[in-house]
């Protein structure tokens, strides 16, 4: 059994043809989840309208405003698929992707999670993605490390990660995608589908990744830091050093982009942090 969650904010000219794209399906899921996250415009009354005409069951729920974590995690306690694939509310599924991606997971027996690959669109037009960006399969750890690598409409996982693993974190505004792929890929392989399956697009104002653009690195750091508090959450030494590297890069690069914009505070106290983490890098005892 599949079940699709969509989280919503505010997405009246985007959600139904997220929903449309999910019911247009070559293999439908056996339910779709909506949460809405406090919507104040007519995203409910959309929703609505294509529940009485869906064949598949919508369920919709609704919450004060709490952010993305706290929606997905709502509508992972919700299903009762034993896969869980997820959209954002501005993306949309090419017609074939579950189809695709429930054949290759029942191929790879051993993987419980896999992701495909994503058309990007901005303004109408198509994007070519840096190297970066581009989705990697079996150990993605490190690969995970700079910035996200797992699309969260590109997903399909089964529900039994998030009881052994955790949900996402809903103390993070933004990367929490980020801080939960990294906290699985350390111990779980990634199945790829290697097939553009899910289309994503960007360049406005009012998505997660805009408002949040100039300090996405404040939340990277505090997720790699909890990596380093806890090792539990790692598998091996190398893993540890090379979350520890990271996390002095990307304090220094935060740090002093905070002195550039004349907040020399914070800039101090971030490279005061990239200095901590450089003396357990250097006592080779500890790692």
């Known amino acids: 059994m ?12 985007f959600i139904r043809a997220a929903l449309t794209s999910v019911l247009a399906q070559t293999r439908l899921p056996e339910e779709i989840i909506v949460v809405d996250d406090g919507s104040t415009d007519s ?25 993305p974590a ?20 501005d993306d949309r599924f090419e017609k074939k992707k579950i189809e695709l991606q429930l054949a290759a997971m029942l191929e790879n027996p051993k993987c419980r999670l896999s ?25 993605i750890f490190f690969r995970g490390l ?38 699985v890929s350390a111990f779980e392989p990634f199945l790829l589908v290697d097939r553009k399956l899910t289309v994503k697009y960007g360049g406005r104002a009012d998505q ?4 949040h653009r100039v300090g996405m690195d404040v939340y990277r750091i505090k997720s790699l830091e909890k990596f380093i508090s806890d090792r539990k959450l790692l598998r091996n030494k190398a893993q540890y050093r090379a979350v520890i590297k990271e996390c ?4 220094e690069i935060y740090g002093k982009g905070c ?16 200095e901590k983490y450089r003396a357990i890098i250097d006592n080779q005892e500890q790692l």
Request: glycine letters at 6%.
């Open 208 to 211: 997660v990744s805009a408002i």
């Open 259 to 274: 002195l550039k914009h004349d907040k020399p505070n914070e800039s101090r106290l971030y490279l005061q942090k990239a």
């Open 248 to 251: 002095i890069r990307k304090c």
């Open 70 to 89: 706290a929606a997905r995690n709502l509508g992972i306690k919700k299903a009762a698929g034993d896969y869980l694939i997820f959209l954002d509310s």
């Open 2 to 13: 599949i079940s699709c969650i969509i989280p919503v904010f505010n997405r009246e000219n």
């Open 115 to 139: 992701h495909t690959d994503e058309k990007w669109l901005r303004n109408g037009r198509h994007l070519n993605k840096k190297k970066r960006h581009i989705p990697g399969s079996g150990d």
């Open 43 to 67: 995203s409910a009354e959309i929703i609505h309208q294509i529940m009485q005409e869906s064949l598949v069951p919508i369920h919709y729920h609704y919450q004060e405003n709490q952010g």
């Open 146 to 183: 700079g910035l996200c690598v797992v699309g969260m409409s590109t997903v399909m996982v089964k529900k039994e990660i998030f009881a052994e693993y955790g949900l996402f974190d809903e103390s993070l505004p933004c990367c929490e995608d980020y801080d939960f792929w990294l906290r």
